[in-house]
């Protein structure tokens, strides 16, 4: 099946700096990239739709300029969490939709564990 | 997206067929059941997805009543790497609208 990828699993980062999380589709081109954040024990909360060349939807209550996507390709999508505070740790999870074949499946990342001190 | 409703958690033996349930009462006709599994601290997996058929896979099978209002994910013989949270989605296939919502899932407990 398609493979996606998310860099870094894990970062640790002071409160105050910015942390940037990459996701890619490794074998097929993302039209579509979603981005999830998940507290423990919690489910899968949405946090933003993006299409590639456009501008990120965003779900009601998240902030757009603290959390900064870029969707450049159709094979990378970026999160920024500028400003990082201790409230934004969590664990971070793409997906990506494709073009052709299998496109109505979403593909999730592995997930990149923030831990902001 | 429509909402989904399932028990939060089930236990089952392994190597019995682990049966878990969920309702989408305000399922629309374009929106599919899919199938989601997560296990602890990774990404989730897609296991299955169907309209109105019933379908089956290497993974699973996915019962959908007649009405659509509900549908059960089969697992048929469950063994203990089967333990994960397992999430159902209702989602239309139109990209813009397709996003999934998340639910609270079901924790399936396999026990030896």
């Known amino acids: 099946g398609a493979v996606v990828s998310q860099h870094p699993s894990r970062v640790i980062c002071k409160s105050g700096t910015s942390v940037k999380i990459e996701c890619r589709s490794l074998?097929?081109?993302?039209?579509?990239m979603f981005w999830y954040r998940q507290f423990p024990k919690k489910s899968l909360m949405l946090m933003a739709t993006?299409?590639?060349?456009?501008?990120?939807?965003?779900e009601q209550g998240v902030e757009k300029d603290k959390f900064l996507i870029n969707h450049a390709s159709l094979t990378l999508s970026t999160l920024t969490v500028t400003s990082a505070h201790p409230e934004d740790s969590s664990f971070y999870i793409c997906?990506?939709?494709?073009?052709?074949?299998?496109?109505?499946?979403?593909?999730f990342g592995p997930g990149t564990r923030l831990t902001v001190t | 997206d429509a909402k989904t409703t399932q028990p939060p958690s089930m236990d089952c033996a392994e190597g019995r067929a682990a049966n878990l349930p969920c309702n989408h009462s305000?399922?629309?006709?374009?929106?599919?059941v899919y199938w989601y599994r997560q296990i602890h601290s990774q990404g989730p997996q897609y296991i299955i997805h169907?309209?109105?058929n019933n379908e089956t896979n290497e993974m699973a099978s996915l019962i959908i009543t007649e009405d659509r209002k509900s549908s059960t994910l089969i697992l048929p013989h469950a063994t203990l790497r089967d333990t994960a949270v397992y999430y159902c989605?209702?989602?239309?296939?139109?990209?813009?609208?397709?996003?999934?919502?998340f639910g609270d899932g079901t924790t399936l407990t396999v026990k030896p």
């Open positions: 989605i209702v989602s239309s296939l139109n990209t813009n609208a397709g996003k999934s919502t």
């Open positions: 169907g309209l109105k």
């Open positions: 997906s990506a939709r494709g073009v052709g074949g299998r496109d109505y499946e979403q593909y």
């Open positions: 305000t399922i629309s006709g374009n929106e599919y």
């Open positions: 993006s299409n590639e060349g456009s501008k990120a939807t965003y």
């Open positions: 074998d097929f081109q993302a039209t579509t």
